[in-house]
T-cell receptor
Framework: DQQVKQNSPSLSVQEGRISILNCDYTNSMFDYFLWYKKYPAEGPTFLISISSIKDKNEDGRFTVFLNKSAKHLSLHIVPSQPGDSAVYFCAARESGGGADGLTFGKGTHLIIQP | DTGVSQNPRHKITKRGQNVTFRCDPI?????LYWYRQTLGQGPEFLTYFQNEAQLEKSRLLSDRFSAERPKGSFSTLEIQRTEQGDSAMYLC??????????????FGSGTQLSVL
């Protein structure tokens, strides 16, 4: 069963507009969330993270929002640029141990159109 | 800063053969992780090491899979008697300390395995 869900396999956005990528999770033990970006034939690269004690974290054009009651987080990219075209993975870490790894969603392929 | 290095980048093998992949983490990182990614899926955790100790293994890691990190530096992942279902991208990642301190993982470019 998918504990981290990214329900949109792909998203197309015009250059300069806002991109919003969504992620839902089911495990209430998750307390730290990350977004990774992946280009073809490369490994994922870290983008931004948020702890469950916060509801927003901002880094330049990237902002992550966390709604714990809804078990939902979103990544906002403003303004969207052609280089943002990639697959974006939402990932979560469980507090208190477990596998000590990250649980990833299936990813959303973001396409920025000129 | 050379990043996480994985070799080979691509491996094509016949069903039943053994394959071995290598990962060199970022030098000061004591934690090393192996993940597997298949088409249309996100990376799935396989196993991790703290220094030379293998601390956790996923149920995805069948007995045909073995991972080592003999001196706490580079790591190898071996798959014996490969099956077509083993075809995937095998990703290695490292981190300087436990994820419990909100550190992030640094991934290599992966080894793409194709089993014919």
């Amino acid at each position: 069963d998918q504990q981290v869900k990214q329900n949109s396999p792909s998203l197309s956005v015009q250059e300069g507009r806002i991109s919003i990528l969504n992620c839902d999770y089911t495990n209430s033990m998750f307390d730290y969330f990350l977004w990774y970006k992946k280009y073809p034939a490369e490994g994922p690269t870290f983008l931004i993270s948020i702890s469950s004690i916060k509801d927003k974290n901002e880094d330049g054009r990237f902002t992550v929002f966390l709604n714990k009651s809804a078990k939902h987080l979103s990544l906002h990219i403003v303004p969207s640029q052609p280089g943002d075209s990639a697959v974006y993975f939402c990932a979560a870490r469980e507090s208190g141990g477990g596998a000590d790894g990250l649980t990833f969603g299936k990813g959303t392929h973001l396409i920025i159109q000129p | 800063d050379t990043g996480v290095s994985q070799n080979p980048r691509h491996k094509i093998t016949k069903r039943g053969q053994n394959v071995t992949f290598r990962c060199d983490p970022i030098s000061e990182h004591n934690r090393l992780y192996w993940y597997r990614q298949t088409l249309g899926q996100g990376p799935e955790f396989l196993t991790y090491f703290q220094n030379e100790a293998q601390l956790e293994k996923s149920r995805l890691l069948s007995d045909r899979f073995s991972a080592e990190r003999p001196k706490g530096s580079f790591s190898t992942l071996e798959i014996q008697r490969t099956e077509q279902g083993d075809s995937a991208m095998y990703l290695c990642a490292s981190s300087p300390q436990s994820l419990a301190t909100n550190e992030k993982l640094f991934f290599g470019s992966g080894t793409q395995l194709s089993v014919l």
